[in-house]
């Protein structure tokens, strides 16, 4: 997924896992590699934004979610988006125009 997003909109997303690899560590190195960027935007890749999105993510008091790693880091400059694709209306049409194609 990284590599196809690098294709279109290179340094623009940046793909990681809280349990699996590429880890928050991962991220950071990438960001460093571009210093132009200043500004983050924090979603979650998941059907639902749930208890990893809240808590992991972008929980405010957790010293270990990825919102405070990224200020400890200093990026200060963080919106977070906790909507999950299952919750997104364009993702929603996305989802059912694919099951319609497969079903014809």
């Not at 960027?37 to 890749?45: A, D, F, G, N, T």
């Not at 749930?50 to 990224?70: C, E, F, R, T, V």
């Amino acid at each position: 997924m990284q590599l196809a997003l690098n294709q279109r909109a290179h340094a623009r997303f940046f793909v990681g896992t809280v349990e699996a690899s590429p880890l928050i560590n991962d991220i950071l190195a990438e960001l460093k590699i571009h210093p132009e960027i200043k500004k983050l935007v924090l979603s979650p890749l998941m059907i639902v934004a749930g208890d990893h999105a809240n808590n992991d993510l972008a929980d405010p008091l957790d010293a270990k979610s990825w919102l405070n790693i990224l200020r400890n880091n200093g990026y200060k400059e963080i919106t977070t988006y906790l909507v999950g694709l299952g919750e997104d209306e364009n993702m929603k049409r996305e989802f059912v125009r694919q099951i319609l194609e497969l079903m014809d």
